[in-house]
């Protein structure tokens, strides 16, 4: 993995000490998973971004560090991940939600009216809320998994790299 590249971008505890609106969370902060990049903390990170990555509520970014806190992963990357959602992605999320939502639920696909009323957003919610919670969990679990995964068969290759490079010393 990449660590020395991510480590250069990412805030370390004392950092966030510092700020001005976490300075109440001094104690809190203190849990060096919080910060490490191993294998355990970055998965757990991309477990809880990617799953607050699909919630359609206000403060996903602050949900996102919440969930990293309280399961120990890594809270920046967890806040990171969050902000792949944005107002360029949106409909994508949106659409993949709602698709994943009248899946399950046996509903019909609707169409996008010219003028979106309270009454389309109402046969709509279900649907939307239900996939927004199953793409959370695919794309939560899937992260995690993917990078158990990529982080086994780096550490895997270093390892077997490890007998030739000494060979040729």
């Not at 609707?110 to 939307?128: D, Q």
């Amino acid at each position: 993995m990449p660590r020395k590249f991510i480590k250069r971008w990412l805030p370390n505890s004392d950092t966030l000490r510092k700020t001005p609106g976490l300075k109440s969370l001094g104690h809190v902060l203190d849990n060096p998973n919080l910060f490490h990049l191993n294998r355990r903390s970055v998965a757990v990170a991309f477990l809880v971004g990617l799953f607050f990555c699909y919630m359609p509520t206000p403060g996903q970014a602050f949900l996102a560090a919440f969930g990293a806190l309280i399961l120990r992963g890594n809270l920046p990357i967890a806040v990171a991940l969050v902000w792949i959602s944005n107002p360029f992605t949106l409909p994508f999320f949106v659409l993949t939600a709602y698709s994943a939502g009248a899946f399950v639920l046996g509903g019909g696909t609707v169409t996008i009216p010219a003028e979106i009323s309270l009454g389309w957003a109402k046969t709509i919610w279900k649907p939307f809320l239900f996939g927004s919670l199953i793409m959370g969990l695919v794309a939560g679990f899937g992260g995690y998994v993917a990078i158990n995964v990529i982080w086994r068969i780096s550490v895997g290759r270093r390892w077997a790299q490890r007998p030739r490079s000494r060979e040729r010393s």
